[in-house]
């Protein structure tokens, strides 16, 4: 199966990204928008049917001042003034209090005809005009006191001065509120807007530790392959170099390991770097594991190295990177026998399926190990241990490598196998 390298659908993605970041942008200028009441043409509408209905049920059987048509065009004048609240608060505002005061000095009937001029007070509180409307309401007042005076009542106009203060201190305390609920979701606006920069950033971080373990993969794979196969076409190279002369058949023999070899090398290397390009065709061979250790072992032979491979408890499948790890294991450690075990050497590869891990075994009976030329070679090892530990560790395990009693070298490295991959 092709494996596609993570920026393979990038376009995609940031496409994606663009849309759901303006979705973000409207949603977040929505929450940040002042609640500002019902529509204002329904509002008047409404107002206006409730404030001459509800007069008019009230000055039923009273024997007063009865409403005429400047009554009623008193009573709508008022609700018609909300229809500019939104836009012309302090318009809306003057417009019912002046209905309002004018009708109850004209000594209509009781009743509803004020609602008009307390919905305006509190719209005008609500869009910041608190003195303007403070004053409106005291000239109001004042003004009303002016016209009914020499007909009503002192106590009359001391509750209507009360109820003018109680309206519109509750409107100061509805704007206040107002404000405290706006500045909570601007803040948790910006929280969200702040928890969402920090998802993107470790998204971001993610992928771009995606991509380098992706661009470290491939790395270690073409170290894995290429090593592997120059250090086969090195020895059949010295080979047929050594017997041309005498023996030109052996020399044919060589020359056919390093066709195949080089064939190989660059089999494996079309198959690492096919998730590199997406419009190229997937591998026709599948990535190498513990079923082509016979084949692996038959390169090394051909390169003049015994190699004898053993399988202890029965094989079973095991998931792909897995397999993969444990075949470029045992591949490096058998580059590294021949590399440094001498020419006399002979290897052997040991596979073992236990119950809750695999461990793979690769022993030489060479003297290169065993008398290591001083440096940094002879410290760690051997080429590639470094590479083979990290292979091991990414699955839970470990490596193990150095010099054996009885001469010669052994690698040693056991991978944790869960409970699904022993099943």
Not at 80 to 86: I, P, V
Not at 95 to 117: D, E, H, M, R
Not at 200 to 212: H, N, P
């Amino acid at each position: 199966m092709r494996r596609n390298a993570p920026w393979a659908s990038e376009e995609r993605a940031a496409h994606l990204e663009r849309k759901l970041k303006r979705f973000e942008e409207r949603l977040e200028r929505r929450r940040g928008q002042r609640f500002r009441g019902p529509h204002s043409v329904p509002l008047a509408v409404f107002l206006a049917l409730v404030q001459v209905f509800g007069t008019r049920a009230a000055a039923y059987g009273s024997t007063g001042h009865t409403l005429d048509e400047t009554g009623y065009l008193l009573l709508i004048a008022g609700p018609a003034a909300l229809l500019f609240r939104t836009r012309l608060p302090l318009f809306a505002l003057a417009g019912a209090l002046t209905a309002t005061v004018a009708y109850f000095s004209q000594l209509y009937p009781n009743g509803p005809g004020f609602i008009a001029a307390l919905v305006a007070v509190f719209s005008a509180l609500n869009a910041g005009f608190r003195w303007l409307t403070w004053l409106a309401v005291i000239v109001a007042y004042t003004s009303y006191v002016v016209l009914v005076l020499p007909h009503a009542s002192l106590a009359r106009l001391v509750v209507i001065g009360v109820w003018c203060l109680i309206i519109s201190v509750f409107g100061e305390a509805a704007r206040a509120r107002g404000l405290r609920y706006s500045q909570m979701a601007r803040d948790r606006a910006h929280q969200e807007a702040l928890a969402r920069a920090e998802e993107e950033k470790a998204r971001k971080e993610q992928q771009r530790r995606q991509a380098s373990d992706e661009r470290l993969l491939i790395a270690r794979e073409l170290h894995d392959v290429i090593g592997h196969h120059l250090s086969l076409i090195n020895v059949q190279a010295g080979v047929g170099l050594h017997l041309m002369d005498e023996q030109p058949e052996q020399a044919r023999v060589a020359l056919s390991a390093i066709k195949h070899a080089s064939a190989e090398a660059l089999r494996e290397t079309r198959a690492v770097l096919a998730g590199l390009n997406p419009g190229e065709a997937a591998p026709r061979t599948p990535a190498p594991g513990l079923a082509d250790l016979e084949r692996l072992a038959g390169e090394a032979r051909g390169a003049g190295l015994p190699v004898t491979v053993d399988t202890v408890g029965p094989p079973r499948a095991l998931p792909p990177q897995v397999d993969r790890a444990a075949y470029r294991i045992v591949q490096e450690a058998l580059t590294n026998v021949r590399r440094h075990a001498g020419p006399e050497a002979t290897a052997t590869v040991v596979v073992a399926y236990g119950p809750r891990a695999l461990t793979l075994t690769v022993t030489d009976n060479g003297v290169g190990a065993a008398t290591p030329a001083p440096g940094p070679a002879a410290e760690s090892g051997g080429n590639g241990i470094a590479g083979m530990r990290h292979r091991a560790a990414t699955f839970g395990g470990s490596v193990e490598a150095g010099p054996r009693d009885d001469g010669g070298f052994e690698v040693r490295a056991t991978i944790p196998l869960s409970e699904e991959e022993t099943t």
